[in-house]
C-alpha cells in the first residue's frame, strides 16, 4: 500500500498581489504621462513647423513673382506693380507681346495677391477674371510698402515704386495649451526687401 504524501505550496497573499498591482498601476501612469506629454510636445513642434513652412513658402512664391514685375522684353506699357493699399498687383509681359493679358484664369501676366482678413488667409488671383485661390493658411498679417528708389516710402505713384517691403505674419493652426500668451496660439513674422530689376529700366 502506497501513501501519497502532498507537498505544501505556497501562493501569493491577497496583500502581496494588491501590492504587485499598485505597483503596476503607479508604472502604467509614469508611462502614459510621459506619452501624453510626449505626444502634446510632438503636436505643437509640428504646429509650428507648419507655420513657419506656411510662411517661408507664402514670402517665397510672392518673392519669385515680384522679381519678375515690371518685364517687358518687347517694351510696350508694363505697369510693374500697381499702387494699391488693400492688394499686391504685379503685372509682367511673360509672353513678349507688348500688352498685359490678364482675361484668363491661366494668366501669369497679372497676378494679384490679398488678405483674406475673415479666413485668414493670403489669396492669389491670376488675371482681373482669374479664381480667387489660397496662397496660405492661418496668416493673420499681410504687410507690403512701396519705396522709391532711394528707399524712401512711396505715396501714391506707381511709376516710383522700385522695391517692395513685405512682412507677412503667421500663426499655429491650433492652441499650444502649455503657451499662454497670445491665447495659446504661437506666431511666426518672415519679413523681406524685394527689388524687381526690370523697374529700374
Excluded: C
Excluded at 132 to 159: C, H, M, P, Q
Amino acid at each position: 500500500m502506497h501513501v501519497w504524501k502532498l507537498k505544501q505550496t505556497k501562493g501569493f497573499t491577497l496583500i502581496e498581489l494588491m501590492v504587485a498591482i499598485a505597483i503596476g498601476m503607479v508604472v502604467l501612469a509614469a508611462v502614459t504621462t510621459t506619452f501624453m506629454s510626449q505626444t502634446k510636445f510632438y503636436s505643437a513642434q509640428e504646429q509650428v513647423n507648419e507655420m513657419e513652412q506656411n510662411a517661408r513658402g507664402a514670402l517665397d512664391l510672392i518673392t519669385r513673382e515680384l522679381k519678375m514685375a515690371g518685364y517687358k522684353p518687347n517694351g510696350g506699357t508694363v505697369t510693374g506693380i500697381t499702387y494699391d493699399t488693400t492688394q499686391l498687383m504685379i503685372e509682367a509681359d511673360v509672353d513678349g507681346s507688348g500688352v498685359i493679358d490678364n482675361t484668363i484664369d491661366s494668366s501669369i501676366e497679372r497676378i494679384i495677391y490679398a488678405l483674406d482678413i475673415a479666413n485668414n488667409q493670403i489669396t492669389r488671383k491670376m488675371g482681373s477674371g482669374g479664381t480667387v485661390r489660397v496662397l496660405a493658411e492661418n496668416i493673420t498679417a499681410f504687410d507690403f510698402t512701396y519705396l522709391k528708389a532711394d528707399g524712401v516710402t512711396n505715396a501714391t505713384a506707381s511709376s516710383e515704386i522700385r522695391q517692395v517691403k513685405l512682412e507677412i505674419t503667421a500663426k499655429t493652426a491650433k492652441p499650444d495649451p502649455n503657451y499662454t500668451a497670445n491665447y495659446g496660439y504661437r506666431e511666426y513674422q518672415v519679413k523681406a526687401t524685394i527689388t524687381p530689376p526690370n523697374l529700374a529700366l
